[in-house]
């Protein structure tokens, strides 16, 4: 299934909001990678917000910079990845202003395109896990590090506005796999989705 590569991508403008609603809106829109020659996409279904140096659970907290996260405190429509657990890459969409360092968290996607790649990239697991976590798509997709810093239109990976659809629930709920502000209701999940991460 192609995933509509002659789409255009979001612009800057959309990523130039605050992190909560770019991430509730980033629900039903396709990401679409091209590495090495190989294309693989998937509908985001499950994204986190962090909203910058107000936000205990940010890499921006405080406004606290080094080399590790400075392209958090890029530009609208930029790309920040980062090592989770010095294991997994985790890829995250740039939202605000600039220096703001304010980011989206791409949590899960539904497999629609290249999904033999993904299979080959992930190893024995089933369908249902290719994507389901920021490192298992991340690793799906094959983003690393080289992708952080760079603006995501021009880069290898896109996002744009998926197919039209019958509309679908979009719930909010507490973030997971963090310690501080836990609670805060800045995890978005398309509703009734099985690709999602966790229930």
């Not at 190989?38 to 936000?55: F, M, N």
Request: net charge positive.
């Amino acid at each position: 299934m192609s995933a509509g590569r002659r789409a255009a991508t979001l612009p800057v403008r959309f990523f130039s909001r605050p992190a909560e609603i770019v991430a509730r809106e980033l629900i039903g829109t396709i990401m679409r990678s091209e590495v090495d020659g190989v294309v693989t996409a998937g509908r985001i279904v499950e994204t986190e917000a962090y909203l910058g140096e107000s936000d205990p659970a940010s890499h921006g907290y405080l406004g606290r910079r080094n080399t590790r996260n400075a392209a958090i405190f890029g530009p609208p429509a930029s790309w920040y990845v980062y090592l989770s657990y010095g294991m997994h890459w985790c890829a995250n969409l740039v939202a605000a202003r600039e220096g703001e360092a304010a980011a989206i968290l791409i949590r899960a996607l539904e497999p629609l395109e290249g999904i033999e790649a993904m299979r080959a990239r992930r190893g024995s697991v089933a369908d249902r896990h290719l994507c389901a976590g920021p490192g298992r798509l991340c690793q799906a997709l094959g983003i690393t590090r080289d992708l952080d810093g760079r603006m995501m239109d021009g880069s290898p990976v896109l996002v744009h506005a998926g197919p039209a659809a019958e509309p679908s629930p979009i719930r909010a709920g507490p973030r997971i796999g963090i310690t501080k502000a836990a609670d805060w209701p800045l995890r978005f999940v398309l509703a009734g989705s099985p690709w999602i991460s966790r229930p």
